[in-house]
């Protein structure tokens, strides 16, 4: 039987994808940063994780104004890194898991999540940089990916408590594969970022931290966060962290962190990191 | 974090009201993503290298081969973003314009904050912009 056996979060910046794909990562900029992935690398390279569920949106990449998907699931075989308008990244396909991928979309429509299914797409930092930041440069990603985007550009953008929702969902439609399979959930984007307007900029280090905090053990409080907190207390950006709720609500209960990483600045956003597990 | 659940908001009048109470922020709400669609589409463009290349060698003329207002096109060959948000244009369709014009994320979202680059970086390298103040402005918190 599958079984979710970890749930990553973490901030996507396509930054930290140019700093990888330009061998930047040790420079004094970048260092803090990409040191407090260092655990999770090693940690994921132990796991060895077949495959992960990668919650992320997409940023007018693979979909423009013409369709938007509040929840669309990838059942593909295979995904080409986005030309985001300078050239996609150099970084290996990314290749799903079709039966595992299609198994989760028919149990979440009939669980009464009515998602949209992809069989092609590009994928854009978004995506890649996470597996950039937890598996560094291999000629091959070692793990199987099915993605998951959520729209968090065009309002209104899913609740936090629809998300934890369909967290919870995936969980029941993974435990129902009958193959034997070792399945992660990341969550991804945020922290605090603001990218537009008069107000950008806008970092809430404390907020962040609370949020972190609201992650681990068995309270629930961060599903009913409304949007405007997100938007008054994060930035406009910051609401991307409703889909780090889609991973917590696929661990079930309650959780063990494992690891924790928080740093302020990467271009504009506050790089956040979690690993979580399910402690029950 | 003592709010209510959000989906107790059955109100989308409501739901809507409060993002136009949050000082220097342009929520990408329905109507401003309808008043910018041909906008965001005409940005969309640049993602192929041919439209890149036309675009390059006439702006004016690759702008009028799209529906969009005379106002939405002034703002653009100007890359003045904070007009072109309040016309409806999205960031991460604008960064399409930016990224051909060789310019970094931060270095764009400068350009709105009324800084110059220098200082913004300096301010991003110090922790950021500080929320208090400017969470909502009929609150003045």
Redesign the interface.
């Known amino acids: 039987m599958a079984r979710i056996t970890a749930g990553v979060a973490t901030s996507h910046v ?2 930290l994808g140019v700093a990888v794909d330009q061998g930047k990562t040790g420079d004094a900029y970048f260092k803090p940063i990409f040191d407090g992935y260092e655990w999770t690398k090693s940690w994921e390279a132990a796991q060895k994780p077949d495959v992960i569920v990668l919650v992320y949106n997409d ?3 693979a979909f ?3 369709i938007i998907p509040t929840f669309a699931i990838g059942c593909g075989e295979r995904y080409k890194p986005a ?4 050239g996609p990244r150099p970084v290996p396909d990314v290749i799903g898991h079709p039966d595992l991928a299609w198994h989760i979309a028919q149990s979440l429509i009939l669980d009464d999540f009515d998602m949209t299914i992809i069989n092609e797409m590009d994928v854009d930092h978004g995506l890649t940089v996470p597996l950039s930041m937890m598996f560094g440069q291999p000629a091959a990603w070692p793990v199987k990916i099915i993605p998951l985007a959520v729209n968090v ?4 953008v899913p ?4 998300c934890w929702l369909l967290g919870e969902a995936i969980r029941r439609a993974v435990q129902s594969f009958p193959d034997d399979l070792n399945v992660q959930v990341w969550g991804t984007g945020g922290m ?1 970022h ?12 404390e ?1 962040d931290n ?1 949020f972190l905090d ?1 992650m681990i053990g068995e309270s629930d ?9 997100y ?4 930035g ?1 950006e910051g609401i991307e962290m409703v889909m780090w709720l889609i991973m917590r609500g696929a661990l079930g209960r309650k959780t063990r962190c494992l690891h924790r990483h928080y740093h ?2 990467c ?2 956003t ?1 790089i956040g990191h979690l690993v979580l597990e399910p402690a029950e | ?1 003592n ?5 107790e ?1 059955s109100d ?1 009048h409501e ?2 009201e ?2 136009e109470d ?9 109507a401003r ?1 309808r008043k910018g ?1 041909h906008l ?2 005409f ?2 463009s ?2 192929k290298p041919e439209n ?1 290349r036309r675009w390059k060698e006439n702006e004016r003329a690759y702008l009028d081969e799209w529906p969009m207002t005379e106002e939405q096109k002034q703002a653009v060959l100007a890359r003045d ?2 007009r072109l ?1 309040d016309l409806g244009g ?4 604008l ?2 314009v930016f ?2 014009d060789g310019l ?3 270095q764009a ?2 350009t ?3 800084m110059s680059v220098e200082q ?1 970086q300096a ?3 110090a ?5 208090e103040g ?3 402005i009929k609150e003045k918190r």
């Open positions: 396509p930054l940023h007018a990449s423009d104004m013409k030309d985001e308008g300078w550009v065009t309002y209104p609740s936090g408590n629809r605090s603001q990218l537009q307007g008069p107000r950008a900029g806008l970092i809430n280090a907020w609370r609201g409080a961060l599903r009913r966060i409304p949007h405007i907190e938007l008054r207390e994060t406009s302020v600045p271009s504009n506050a | 974090m709010a209510p659940p959000a989906g908001h989308i739901y809507l409060e993002f949050i000082p220097g922020t342009r929520v990408y709400t329905a993503a669609y965001n589409q940005a969309m640049l993602m890149r973003y904070n948000l999205n960031i991460y369709f960064a399409k990224s051909t970094s994320f931060l979202v400068s709105m904050t009324g913004y301010m991003m390298n922790g950021g912009r500080s929320p400017v969470r909502s």
